[in-house]
């Protein structure tokens, strides 16, 4: 079966760094994937879709990539300001392409 | 326009009791989708509906539990009995379009069920 592994658990980095979180998936190549921000006690939000066939999509201080190679996505967040303290959720299509499933997530914590 | 609403937001039961939760979704949006993480997991899909039929319910945990979208609109979720296992916050996403096209999911805030 399909599956997105988020490795970190958390990751704390200092204001103004970039924040780096990985997202692995398993078995064939999605064909899209999603990353998604949540805050404490609030569902998640979308953030940004990015296909198989993009390398990299950026919106604001956010710059993800996918590479089919690797199974991999990462996800950047420039210039990392405390607001950006959240769990970040990756997220992909499974076979039927009827849900999404969704990694376990990465907790950031940005220090001033 | 408003969001996706989740009700109630939090609701405590015992054990054997039965609870109700209901999500009202984004006005238009045919896809209604019911998600659960329960504590220290991932957010694991539970079913879809597309209107009033049910896609796919191939996560609902077992026969304990029954979704309902009457007329395509609100969707309901009943525990009946609850366990204490069933403890969790429960999520209720939407979307226009079909997973497969673009799949982006708006969320409610959740329904925290804690079962005791």
């Known amino acids: 079966s399909q599956k997105i592994e988020q490795n970190s658990e958390a990751l704390n980095i200092q204001e103004g760094k970039t924040a780096t979180l990985t997202c692995n998936y398993t078995?064939?190549?999605?064909?899209?994937l999603q990353w998604y921000r949540q805050d404490p006690g609030r569902g998640p939000v979308f953030l940004l879709l990015?296909?198989?066939?993009?390398k990299e999509k950026r919106k604001e201080r956010l710059k993800v990539t996918f590479d089919t190679t690797l199974k991999q996505s990462l996800f950047h967040i420039t210039a990392s300001q405390p607001a950006d303290s959240a769990t970040y959720l990756c997220?992909?299509?499974?076979?039927?392409?009827?849900?999404?499933?969704f990694g376990s997530g990465t907790r950031l914590s940005i220090r001033p | 326009e408003a969001g996706v609403t989740q009700f109630p937001s939090h609701s405590v039961i015992e054990k054997g009791q039965t609870v109700t939760l209901r999500c009202d979704p984004i006005?238009?949006?045919?896809?209604l989708y019911w998600y659960r993480r329960v504590m220290g997991k991932e957010i694991k899909f539970l079913l879809h509906?597309?209107?009033?039929?049910?896609?796919?319910e191939s996560g609902m945990p077992n026969n304990r539990f029954l979704a309902e979208r009457t007329g395509g609109t609100y969707s309901t979720l009943k525990v009946q009995p609850a366990e204490l296992e069933d403890s969790g916050v429960y999520f209720c996403?939407?979307?226009?379009?079909?997973?497969?096209?673009?799949?982006?999911?708006?969320f409610g805030e959740g329904s925290r069920l804690t079962v005791l």
């Open positions: 996403a939407s979307s226009q379009e079909r997973v497969g096209l673009t799949g982006e999911l708006f």
């Open positions: 078995n064939y190549s999605p064909a899209y």
């Open positions: 990015i296909r198989e066939n993009e």
């Open positions: 997220a992909r299509e499974d076979s039927s392409a009827s849900k999404i499933i």
């Open positions: 006005s238009g949006h045919d896809n």
């Open positions: 509906f597309v209107k009033e039929s049910k896609q796919d």
